[in-house]
């Protein structure tokens, strides 16, 4: 299975989120061989619903997975897996940093 196919996600319903909820995403880079990392970019996004998403597996496997939808600054709609596809290089080229992307929902803040 390839990192495209991995990333083959499919939304099986939505609803919409309460104001206030956001979702932090970090781009991560790791240098090959060692243990040096560091962060690519750092966004806040506002959350404006929650989507059950069918996720593939590295192992060929699919479950159901609740993900956040939000608002990038690009003004387009994505859910954390088409996110995470986008920007992740997982299998990079000889001598490029291997990309990932982590995600931290943030609830609204008490008034």
Known sequence: MTDDDRFENEILSMTTAQPGWTVRAVINAHKPGTS??????????????????????????????????????????????????????????AGQPRITVSFEILAPSAA
């Open 36 to 93: 040096e990392r560091w962060v690519e970019e750092e966004d806040v996004f506002p959350v404006v619903g929650w989507a059950v998403v069918a996720c593939r597996y590295r192992d060929g496997s699919v479950r159901s997975q609740v993900e956040p939808v939000f608002v990038t600054s690009a003004g387009r709609l994505e859910h954390e897996s088409l996110y995470r596809w986008q920007y992740s290089e997982l299998e990079p080229r």
